[in-house]
């Protein structure tokens, strides 16, 4: 198996437009990482002002996707890739999707982090958010540096992380439900974090397809619903 | 990793330029590092090559390519210029006869006889395995006569009736024929780059070859006749077994179903062309079609 490497191609502008590329991923990964820290900072620490900023800086991330998707079509317009190359840009147009809806689930956790700052009560389920938040948020840092170094073995390990974050899911649902049903006032506030944890879950999801693509561009193998 | 790999190539081939004869250990060495990976054989070959080596004097151009073609498979020979893939597409119908100094040796096997037996009628052979080249070469003779020609040298047609009928299928099978229909008679080539082109594939089909050989065909032709002739090819696969020798990549991606690499002298690989162009095997194969050398 060839090593994956950007170099030596005899237009050496194409090593440069793949390096670019992958350059800017991991820009965005950086982006997107920052933004979910801060949305779960925002639940925790009942921080407004931090959920506002990751509300206004989720445009960023977007724009980042745009940039990155032109990217790619021009590449694979201009220079045909193929082999190792082609499977590289086409995991960049799957991983900057994947990010992007991290950065969409970030921003709907900064929502009901402003929803949850503006009500009264407790900190009932924040336990479950902190767990679960920095799960996914090891589990995305680690997909990001799986990627930069184009390492299988690391990916594997983390994209089997995310059967435990599943399980930590559904024990925090039961949490949240015994909350519900101790005290029928909480119900409300309870469903906010609710939908906290929901998105911390599909996030995992999301860092595990990271991982499969990372599998795919090293080793050409498709290894999604196995 | 790929570029040390290369460099040692590159130094054995100079080496063997200078002289032949001190680095034949070297080249061994390498021979045996390097057997052909992938799928060269299949069940139901139509021409089945073993051993092959081809020699222009000292030189050698081809080294030990065993490899099979499959009945109405489309096979893409692709390598970097003077790998030896035309040398190797030409042994198959024995075009290389008429090069002075060349030298074949091996086994090329059409429907299981050995096409370089003694004995064998070679304009017969060249009948069944016929060859398309880079260069439109239509006859400077009518369009109706280049197609004629073949068939009633080898008596394909007993009358004039049988001829007609065979200048309008074959011209209807290279998707010529609404073409030209209305100037038969005139010059072959009075028509376009990419008409002389399917001119000259409807020449090769008219004496119903079971093997069309075809070297580089679109090299000298624009985008839509390359379009018209990829087309025709598919059509043509239908019927007949093609082996194509290219130098576009993307060509071999769009039309054959297997696709064998060749790099100095040697066959690398053969794989299913979607194989060989999102997963390749071998890693000189990979640096080939990512545009790493070439």
């Keep these: 198996m060839p090593k994956m490497s950007f170099e030596n191609h ?64 021009l590449i694979i317009a201009r220079r045909q890739p193929a082999a190792s190359d082609l499977r590289f840009v086409m ?25 949850l700052s503006e009500q009264d009560g407790t900190s009932q389920g924040y336990k479950e958010v902190r767990h679960l938040g920095d799960s996914v948020c090891g589990m995305l ?39 519900m049903m101790e005290d029928p006032r909480s119900i409300g ?31 050409g193998k498709d290894i999604r619903h196995q | 990793m790929v570029k040390r790999v290369i460099m040692r190539e590159a130094t054995v081939a100079e080496n063997t330029a200078k002289d032949p004869k001190s680095t034949s250990k070297q080249n061994l060495e390498v021979d045996q590092a ?18 092959v080596n081809v020699y222009y004097g000292d030189k050698q151009a081809i080294q030990d390519v065993s490899v099979d073609v499959a009945k109405n498979e489309v096979i893409a020979m692709i390598g970097p210029s003077g790998c030896g893939k035309s040398t190797f597409l030409r042994s198959l119908n024995r075009m290389n006869d008429t090069v002075d100094g060349c030298r074949v040796e091996g086994e090329v096997l059409l429907d299981g006889d050995n096409i370089y037996k003694q004995n064998l009628d070679v304009v017969e052979l060249r009948a069944r395995v016929g060859m398309v080249f880079q260069k439109p070469n239509p006859f400077p003779k009518s369009i109706f006569e280049n197609i004629a020609y073949g068939p009633k040298i080898h008596g394909l047609a ?23 229909k209305e100037r038969l008679h005139q010059p072959g080539t009075g028509l376009s780059g990419g008409q002389q082109q399917r ?25 839509i006749a390359t379009a018209r002739i990829e087309e025709l090819i598919e059509e043509l696969s239908q019927n007949f077994t093609i082996a194509i020798v290219t130098h576009s990549m993307q060509q071999a991606a769009r039309v054959s179903s297997r696709t064998a690499y060749f790099h100095l002298g040697k066959l690398i690989e053969v794989n299913p062309t979607e194989q060989v162009f999102t997963m390749p095997e071998h890693q000189l194969t ?9």
Aim: contains cysteine; negative net charge; hydrophobic residues 45%.
């Design chain 2, 199 to 223: 001119l000259c594939i409807a020449r090769a089909i008219a004496v119903s070859p079971e093997v069309i050989l075809m070297d580089e065909p679109c090299s000298a032709l624009d985008p």
């Design chain 1, 189 to 219: 506030r309870a469903i906010n974090v609710l939908w906290v944890v929901r998105s911390l879950e599909r996030i995992g999801d999301h860092a595990k397809n990271l991982c499969e693509q990372i599998v795919y561009v090293v080793k």
């Design chain 1, 141 to 179: 840092a680690d997909a990001l540096d799986a990627f930069a170094r184009f390492d299988v073995d690391a990916a594997m390990k983390t994209l089997e992380e995310d059967a435990q974050v599943d399980l930590d899911y559904k024990s925090a649902l039961r949490e949240l439900v015994t909350y």
């Design chain 1, 10 to 73: 005899i237009m050496t502008q194409f090593d440069e437009e793949l390096e670019e590329i992958r350059t800017q991923l991991m820009e965005m990964g950086g982006k997107v990482e920052q933004q979910l820290k801060n949305s779960i900072q925002a639940v925790i620490k009942a921080n407004s002002k931090l959920a506002e900023e990751v509300i206004k800086e989720e445009r960023l991330v977007d724009e980042m996707e745009v940039d990155i998707d032109e990217a790619c079509i």
């Design chain 2, 34 to 51: 390097q057997t052909t990976v992938g799928n060269c054989f299949c069940d139901n070959p139509k021409m089945s090559m073993r051993n």
């Design chain 2, 158 to 180: 007993d009358s004039r009736v049988d001829l007609d009928e065979i200048v309008e299928n074959s011209l209807k099978k290279a998707g010529l024929w609404e073409e030209v």
């Design chain 1, 91 to 115: 995991m960049v147009t799957k991983a900057i999707n994947d990010l992007e809806r991290i950065g969409d689930e970030a921003r709907k956790i900064a929502n009901h982090a402003v929803i």
């Design chain 2, 286 to 294: 990979e640096a080939y079609i990512t545009g790493r050398f070439g």
